[in-house]
């Protein structure tokens, strides 16, 4: 077996001298700038760059670190050559390919190297079943571990499938913030199973692989909604590449999706649009009318953005079309979550980036209306987006009743992203008088302290 031990990168080190990681991050940052690229390089991407977890960087830090260091090839600067770390082509005639942009076709190179790396075990499989402690009855047994072993079965792929709903489950209750960490777990228990061995049958091996991308993208979202960007990047990643390896153009289609909801929630509006462009061509084949209406909107939220006010309307068209074509067999389990109050909530999203206050505000309303209450979350999130559109609005003390609503669930609701929405509505209704709006915030100030909030993006 060869060894999968990383070996520490002393070359890079010297190259920091005595700078400190931060200090050294931030001059490669400069030089991004230098030429045009856009690198997040921190003092953690330094450490894993020095440890050795990185034995190759993407073709965007490539090109920075060539430009730093004139003359000098990725082996000089104490990395492995890329066709060394590179062992793993797509399998042929599964589906179209379709073109990423350059940031995601960089992340994938990057991460699927790594994450798998991470990801494999030696002894015991950690299996992602009902008992992983996220949550419900069995929480304090503990993970379940089996032997490692050369086939994988029907057991296997269904723990990992069960996890997958498990999360989804608990994210809609809760939010994701408390969820994130423990849900990494069975996420590299999925992986570490399709590195062990081989599925005893091809319908098993194509469940595992589609199992463990859906795992990743839910990881990945868990890690968006509490602001954990870069994490949830990697992942949407990993998700891509599984999908690509696989030829699993309904996984492809998802984390194309989820990627595009990524980049607009980041300032990367073009390549918001792009994702959900390169989605829509992924999902045409399959059969679905709603995952083409949700990767439309996608897109009308990136245009908007973008103040591309004509393609968001376009693509909005698209999606009502769409939509309107109503539910079938094709689609996917994980789209449970949209139903009409999401449709007008996504459409309040682009009428809000686009400054048009209270036409935002009369869809936010009608996405309250319309969902259902056993999904907690979205109710507290759907009510956050009303209560910013009805403060821009103009519409103070009905933004303060809103916001009271969003309070009411905040003990039960952890989601760094509708903490940040309310905190931007709250910025909006400080300067304003009235009643109302003072009994809101003073409430608001009540609130105990949490994570970080996510910028609000809506």
Known sequence: ??????????????????????????????????????VACDARYIGRVESGEIRCPNYAYERVFLHMFPGASLVDLGFSARESVRGRGARTGATTAVPLSPALHSDIDEESDVLRRVFMTSGTTTVAAASLGLGGPSAAAGPTAVPAQRRVGEAEVSAVEKAVRQIRLLDDRHGADGLYRRASQPLRAAYALLDAGTASRRSTADRLHSGAGELAISVGWLAHDSGRFDDARSHYAEALA???????????????????????????????????????????????????????????????????????????????????????AGDPEWMTFFREAELEMLEAQCWSALGDWPRAARHAR?????????????????????????????????????GHQVLDLLDRVQSSRIRGMLESAVRVLRPRGGAEVVAFLERYEELPSGPEPVPSAG
């Open 1 to 38: 077996m060869v060894s999968t031990r990383a070996v520490p990168n002393l070359a890079f080190r010297r190259l920091r001298g005595s700078r400190s990681a931060g200090e050294f991050a931030a001059a490669i940052r400069r030089a991004a700038r230098e030429i045009g690229e856009h």
């Open 242 to 328: 599984t999908a690509r390896l696989a030829g699993d153009a309904a996984l492809e289609a998802h984390a194309f999706c989820n990627a595009s909801f990524l980049a607009r929630d980041t300032g990367r509006a073009r390549e918001a649009v792009r994702a959900a462009e390169a989605g829509q061509r992924v999902a045409a084949p399959l059969g679905s009318p709603r995952l083409l209406a949700l990767l439309a909107l996608r897109e009308a939220g990136g245009r908007a953005w973008l103040g591309d006010r004509t393609g968001c309307e376009r693509a909005i068209g698209r999606a009502r079309t769409a939509f309107e074509r109503g539910e079938c």
């Open 366 to 402: 009608a996405a309250t209306r319309l969902q259902d209450p056993h999904f907690t979350r979205n109710l507290a999130l759907y009510r956050a987006q009303l209560t910013g559109d009805l403060a821009r609005a103009g519409a103070a003390d009905q933004a303060a009743t809103a």
